[in-house]
């Protein structure tokens, strides 16, 4: 009886050596302004991911088109298929938002990530690739200093959210998202700081980024990139 009770011990601390809960990530990019990654719950053979939309303003019904969804760690080529999933709407059934700021939750349940992990993306494996989630920060540093800057720009800190910014570019140059760079772009713009906004300008074009098309074409749109390249 005693070698049965140490052994359920075992057990016991080995899922807690494995645990992982992680409350509001950053995330890099995703399909709706007001979507957002709730948890991501980390197990030795699971992980689930709990996504949280807001209808903030009237949105159209939501859905999944297909079942054929994966999770994998940022740059890595090894998919993790869904698994299960709880409170999701997949086609043609569809969730309806009946009033303003109503709060949907869905979890996706996809296999154990090998750890250490840092960033991951979900990815609906459809032509269309309608529902996408990707650069999901794991990792706490980079998470803390990301919301640090957020918070303080809020705050009217435009100068210290530069800071916290290029603290996260220079954090770890594996994570293949421009999201600290198109804030350093931003804020130097506001600031008038144009010789050293041109020369984040050169980092942000020689690095590889998943989403640095998208970044480019909403600079573009704020009359950003046209101000950097003037006098070429």
Same mark, same amino acid.
């Given at each position: 009886?005693?070698?049965?009770?140490?052994?359920?011990?075992?057990? /016991?601390?080995?899922?807690?050596?494995?645990?992982?809960?992680?409350?509001?990530?950053?995330?890099?990019?995703?399909?709706?302004?007001?979507?957002? #990654?709730?948890?991501?719950?980390?197990?030795?053979?699971?992980?689930?991911?709990?996504?949280?939309?807001?209808?903030?303003?009237?949105?159209?019904? /939501?859905?999944?088109?297909?079942?054929?969804?994966?999770?994998?760690?940022?740059?890595?080529?090894?998919?993790?298929?869904?698994?299960?999933?709880?409170?999701?709407?997949?086609?043609?059934?569809?969730?309806?938002?009946?009033?303003?700021? $109503?709060?949907?939750?869905?979890?996706?349940?996809?296999?154990?990530?090998?750890?250490? #992990?840092?960033?991951?993306? #979900?990815? $609906?494996?459809?032509?269309?690739?309608?529902?996408?989630?990707?650069?999901?920060?794991?990792?706490?540093?980079?998470?803390? $200093?990301?919301?640090?800057? /957020?918070?303080?720009?809020?705050?009217?800190?435009?100068?210290?959210?530069?800071?916290?910014?290029?603290?996260?570019?220079?954090?770890?140059?594996?994570?293949?998202?421009?999201?600290?760079?198109?804030?350093?772009?931003?804020?130097?713009?506001?600031?008038?700081?144009?010789?050293?906004?041109? $020369?984040?300008? #050169?980092? /942000?074009?020689?690095?590889?980024?998943?989403?640095?098309?998208?970044?480019?074409?909403?600079?573009?749109?704020?009359?950003?990139?046209?101000?950097?390249?003037?006098?070429?």
């Amino acid at each position: 009886m005693k070698q049965i009770s140490l052994l359920l011990i075992g057990l /016991f601390f080995s899922q807690l050596m494995w645990a992982q809960t992680i409350y509001n990530p950053n995330v890099a990019i995703k399909p709706i302004p007001t979507l957002s #990654v709730y948890k991501v719950e980390m197990l030795e053979n699971t992980t689930s991911i709990t996504f949280r939309i807001i209808n903030s303003s009237q949105l159209p019904p /939501f859905s999944l088109s297909s079942k054929n969804i994966v999770l994998r760690e940022v740059s890595d080529t090894m998919d993790l298929r869904l698994i299960r999933s709880e409170n999701v709407k997949f086609f043609p059934e569809k969730h309806i938002f009946s009033y303003k700021d $109503e709060i949907y939750d869905f979890t996706l349940v996809f296999g154990g990530l090998i750890q250490p #992990v840092k960033y991951i993306d #979900v990815i $609906e494996m459809t032509p269309e690739r309608a529902f996408y989630v990707q650069g999901i920060i794991i990792d706490k540093d980079l998470n803390t $200093e990301i919301s640090r800057g /957020f918070r303080a720009y809020q705050l009217g800190d435009s100068h210290g959210a530069l800071q916290n910014f290029i603290n996260v570019a220079e954090m770890d140059l594996y994570f293949e998202y421009g999201l600290a760079y198109f804030n350093i772009l931003y804020i130097l713009s506001q600031q008038n700081r144009w010789p050293e906004a041109k $020369e984040w300008y #050169v980092k /942000f074009k020689n690095r590889f980024f998943y989403d640095k098309q998208l970044l480019t074409n909403e600079l573009s749109r704020m009359g950003i990139i046209q101000r950097l390249e003037e006098g070429r």
